[in-house]
Nanobody, 124 residues
Framework: QVQLVEAGGGLVQAGGSLRLSCAAS????????MAWFRQAAGKEREFVAA????????RYQDSVQGRFTISRDNAKNVVYLQMNSLKPEDTAIYYC?????????????????WGQGTQVTVSS
């Protein structure tokens, strides 16, 4: 079992930045692919970004490419999502997810473990 706890959400003006973190416990993250998803009010949960267990492979949703950066520190069992140039349409609850997966990335919706989420609100 992997327990995931997100932090770092909040209220920010458009054009601003936030860094989300996801702390894992229970298992070493070095065996897990990690991802961030988000869910806006009234919409389905959507993929945002993912990173392979060794950090060598990343993938982004088109709308965040170039603005968001996913990274990880396996020694600290933490995954980050640096969000720059935030837009009002980035407003959502952001969730961290994990799947045991060595090298490469699983399908977007193959993740087994989820955090409780952290709210990000971008004002215009």
């Amino acid at each position: 079992q992997v327990q995931l706890v997100e932090a770092g959400g909040g209220l920010v003006q458009a054009g601003g930045s936030l860094r989300l973190s996801c702390a894992a416990s229970g298992r070493t993250l070095s065996l897990y692919a990690m991802a961030w998803f988000r869910q806006a009010a009234g919409k389905e949960r959507e993929f945002v970004a993912a990173i392979s267990n060794n950090g060598r492979t990343t993938r982004y949703q088109d709308s965040v490419q170039g603005r968001f950066t996913i990274s990880r520190d396996n020694a600290k069992n933490v995954v980050y999502l640096q969000m720059n140039s935030l837009k009002p349409e980035d407003t959502a609850i952001y969730y961290c997810a994990a799947k045991a997966y060595i090298s490469g990335l699983p399908g977007h919706y193959a993740y087994d473990y989820w955090g409780q989420g952290t709210q990000v609100t971008v004002s215009s």
